[in-house]
């Protein structure tokens, strides 16, 4: 299964991920910045703002592309 996960950083997000991934899901993530989110290198990070319309746009196409 593909997931798409907003926030991915955040903290009750990052744990989605991390659950979703060590089930074997395919996980697209929204991160606002990877740097902050290294610890979730199995997940697909996609930098961006999830207030941003366009970034939301990009983390769509992510998803179903991958």
């Given at each position: 299964m593909k997931s798409l996960v907003?926030?991915?950083s955040g903290g009750t997000a990052r744990l989605i991920v991390r659950s979703a991934v060590a089930?074997?899901?395919s996980v697209?993530?929204?991160?606002r910045l990877k740097s902050r989110a290294s610890d979730l290198a199995e997940a697909d990070l996609i930098?961006?703002?999830a207030?941003?319309?366009s970034a939301l746009h990009v983390l769509?196409?992510?998803c179903v592309q991958r």
């Open positions: 907003s926030g991915a089930k074997g899901h697209v993530a929204l991160v930098e961006g703002d207030r941003d319309e769509e196409f992510a």
